[in-house]
């Protein structure tokens, strides 16, 4: 079965910590897609990053960098420098790579976040 | 900003009232999705839909009627609701994929409901 876990529940840092979001993942299939959204208090569900199975890159984005490792089963998401609109909840989600119209994401409880000033 | 556009942003309905929400999006996609998410929990899937035919529906009560009038367009008609409906509803758009490839979707800023 897939699944995926978000061991913190919520965190807080101070402004300009680093703080790293853990992301842990269960499924049988070889194939599949990982992704990372945040949710601010405003509601929406903002896309972050995806990343296949077969990409074992660790990708960088200004202050945001992701580290997949598939030997531990972990999608992990550092926010450098945090700052204060950086609070929000983060979700870590698991999909299939099938064919057809299979479009379930298996979704993390999610991390609250919360950067005091 | 979102590109995915969702109206109304805040809904007080009553149990005996109709209402429908509704949610467009300009970004050519043809897989639209509504997920329900209750406070501090991860959204969950109510329906899909692929090329604007119904492709999943997670067995959501009847009382929730979705509608897809074009690719653009997607509509949730609400009857009957129960104050244990009272959640975000939140739509979503990604690309179809022929083959298996999943891309990612993106978001409204949702529809807050509240039944009394």
């Known amino acids: 079965a897939q699944k995926v876990t978000q061991a913190q529940t919520e965190i807080s840092v101070v402004e300009k910590e680093d703080v790293t979001l853990d992301c842990v993942y269960e499924?049988?299939?070889?194939?599949?897609?990982l992704f990372w959204y945040k949710q601010p208090p405003s509601g929406e569900l903002v896309f972050l990053i995806r990343?296949?199975?077969?990409d074992e890159q660790n990708e960088i984005s200004g202050r945001y960098s992701w580290n997949f490792q598939k030997s531990t089963s972990s999608f992990n998401f550092t926010i450098t420098a945090s700052q204060v609109v950086d609070s929000a909840v983060y979700f870590c989600?698991?999909?299939?790579?099938?064919?057809?119209?299979?479009?379930?994401?298996?979704w993390g409880l999610g991390t609250s976040l919360a950067v005091n000033p | 900003d979102t590109e995915v556009t969702q109206t109304p942003k805040h809904l007080v309905m009553g149990m005996t009232n109709k209402k429908s929400l509704k949610c467009e999006q300009h970004?050519?996609?043809?897989?639209m999705y509504w997920y329900k998410q209750k406070a501090k929990k991860p959204p969950e899937l109510m329906f899909v839909?692929?090329?604007?035919?119904?492709?999943i529906n997670e067995s959501v009560p009847s009382r929730f009627s979705p509608e897809c009038p074009n690719s653009s367009l997607l509509n949730l008609h609400l009857h009957a609701l129960q104050p244990e409906d009272s959640a975000l509803y939140l739509c979503?758009?990604?690309?179809?994929?022929?083959?298996?490839?999943?891309?990612?979707?993106?978001f409204g800023q949702g529809t807050r409901l509240t039944v009394v």
């Open positions: 979503a758009s990604s690309q179809t994929p022929g083959t298996g490839r999943n891309t990612e979707a993106f």
């Open positions: 970004m050519g996609h043809r897989a």
């Open positions: 839909y692929s090329y604007e035919k119904l492709s």
């Open positions: 499924t049988r299939d070889t194939t599949y897609y």
């Open positions: 990343r296949n199975s077969f």
């Open positions: 989600a698991l999909s299939e790579a099938r064919a057809g119209n299979n479009r379930k994401l298996i």
